[in-house]
């Protein structure tokens, strides 16, 4: 039977969060770590455990159908790869910082420096498209060191809580991407490996879904129930159970993440009463 082949980062970053996600999926991965390929036990898959760095090269010759990859190395090495979907950790950005003293007022201020950085085609993309001519050097770690040995101007590297630029005297100036890990594919997948990849896609959206979702129960009088009904939307509609309590029903119902402060509020100012909140494990639509 064919085998869809992942690409997941070896250690690093992404690691823990990718096997944790296909763990979520429902998918076994036989011993892991110190193995470089580990067959699933329960779903037709192969997990290849690769340098973030060197999977758009993997994806682009075929060598794996798919990988969970940092977006920014997408964006760096792989402009003829597309992602079939975003996954929501390793959250962050790639900007250009310079030295906390120097005077910074736009990009202008650009021309003519040089900008140390792992991401040379990002930045290169970022020139060009502003119109500034800088020289860029390549260093492939500890960037964030180089203005201060005197290797460079200016920056451009990952910056998520900031702590790495505060400690080397820098700040963040401009943000040229934002990104977080992604689902790959390569441009050579074939069909029937395709609808593998739509089987395991459709797992990860559910358990996404479920993650950015809670399941909400309350009570209600019955004389209430339209208006927080509509503060309810629900999947399709919200379920109402009657109460032992005459006059009294459950409302249960699906509520987004995001919204979910804004509409306890309105739901406690309608009169709901004894609010629960669950996690959802998986959310299949
Ligand atoms: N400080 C951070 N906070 C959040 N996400 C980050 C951070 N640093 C990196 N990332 C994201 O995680 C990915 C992996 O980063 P990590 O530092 O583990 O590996 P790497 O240096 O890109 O790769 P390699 O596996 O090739 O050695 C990056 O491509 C980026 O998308
Ligand atoms: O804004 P912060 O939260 O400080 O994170 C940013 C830092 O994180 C990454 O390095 P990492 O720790 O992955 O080390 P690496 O250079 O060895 O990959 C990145 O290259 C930055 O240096
Ligand atoms: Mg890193």
Not at 13 to 23: C, G, I
Not at 258 to 264: A, P, Q, S, V, Y
Request: proline fraction near 4%.
């Amino acid at each position: 039977m064919q085998k869809l082949k992942i690409a997941i980062q070896k250690s690093g970053r992404l690691n823990e969060d990718s096997l944790n996600l296909l763990k979520d999926c429902g998918i076994s991965i036989d011993n892991g770590k110190d193995q470089l390929k580990a067959d699933a036990r329960n779903f037709p898959l192969e997990v290849f455990y690769l340098r973030n760095g060197d999977i758009p090269q993997y994806l682009k010759d075929g060598v794996v159908d798919c990988a969970i990859i940092g977006e920014n190395v997408l964006v760096e090495k792989g402009q003829d790869i597309s992602m079939k979907e975003r996954l929501g950790f390793s959250t962050c950005r790639v900007s250009i910082a310079v030295p906390k003293e120097s005077e910074y007022s736009n990009s202008g201020d650009l021309n003519g420096k040089r900008i140390a950085t792992s991401y040379p085609e990002t930045v290169k993309t970022y020139l060009k498209k502003n119109n500034i001519e800088a020289d860029i050097h390549i260093i492939n770690g500890s960037v964030e060191i180089a203005p201060n040995i005197g290797l460079a101007d200016a920056i451009c590297d990952i910056v998520s809580s900031g702590s790495t630029l505060f400690k080397n005297n820098l700040k963040e100036v401009e943000v040229l991407m934002k990104s977080e890990a992604v689902l790959a594919v390569s441009p050579s997948i074939t069909s029937e490996i395709s609808t593998i990849l739509d089987k395991l896609q459709f797992r990860i959206a559910s358990v996404l879904k479920g993650k950015n979702s809670r399941y909400v129960l309350l009570n209600a009088p019955n004389e209430k129930l339209e208006e927080i009904t509509q503060i309810l939307p629900g999947m399709k509609s919200p379920t109402i159970l009657p109460l032992a309590e005459e006059g009294w029903s459950s409302i249960h119902s699906v509520v987004d993440q995001d919204k979910f402060w804004d509409i306890i509020d309105q739901l406690k100012e309608a009169g709901a009463q004894g609010i629960l909140v669950c996690p959802i494990e998986k959310m299949v639509l």
